[in-house]
């Protein structure tokens, strides 16, 4: 079982996840790490000292300051501008291996994201 943000994340193990080889979950360990930069940024969100990208706009507008209140809608605008595609659809084994990469690159801890899912929903194949 490999275990993401724990493990070591090789091209081998990659073709394995993606093909099935080899099952995955996310390790208790790598959760505490999630919850803990989640909650870095929680209060980050409250304070009023600017952090780029988290409380602030990005690139020309990174000195323009976002609102406790509206942060959650600058993420979610992000991820709206970046939700764009052009030309055919990616093949289903590379979408496959680039969520592979995203959710061990989430499960480092680095990002702030959110545990959303039920523990048990964690198993990829």
Known sequence: MFKYGIDQLTL???QDLATGVL???IHKEAEEKIIS???KVEIITKRTKAVYGINTGFGPLCDVQISPEE???LQTN???THAVGVGENI???LSKIMMI????ALCQGFSGVRLA???TDYLFY
């Open 23 to 25: 099952k995955a979950t």
């Open 117 to 119: 899912l039920n523990r």
């Open 12 to 14: 081998h193990k990659i």
């Open 91 to 93: 093949d289903k084994r």
């Open 37 to 39: 930069s989640r909650r």
């Open 71 to 73: 942060t959650n809608q």
């Open 101 to 104: 990469c995203k959710v061990h």
């Open 78 to 80: 992000l991820l709206i």
